[in-house]
């Protein structure tokens, strides 16, 4: 009689080391609203702060608005061609 698999009989060090990465991941997320977002006096980004940077301007006078949109449009965009079929 044989022994039927278990979860552990196909496993390999890899498993550990994607979930490693997708935890990496998304922490990074929370990383870069630390580095991008100005936010004096305060341990993380508020929504005050994300809602300022979304208003105010660049140091050349252009909004951020139209900024964070293209810039998450190509982002998104890459990503779906990355993933497709």
């Given amino acids: 009689m044989s022994k ?5 009989s196909n496993y390999h060090p890899s498993y ?4 490693l990465g997708a935890g990496g991941l998304s922490v990074s997320f929370f990383m ?18 994300l809602k300022h940077a979304w208003e105010t301007t660049t140091a050349s006078g252009m909004p ?7 810039g998450t449009y190509c982002l ?4 779906s061609h990355q993933h497709r079929p």
């Fill in 64 to 70: 951020m608005a139209p900024i964070i949109l293209i």
């Fill in 76 to 79: 998104i965009t890459c990503i």
């Fill in 32 to 49: 870069y609203l630390m580095w991008m977002i100005p936010h004096h006096g305060y341990p993380m980004p508020t929504w005050e702060h």
């Fill in 4 to 8: 039927a698999p278990t979860v552990f």
């Fill in 16 to 19: 550990w080391l994607a979930a």
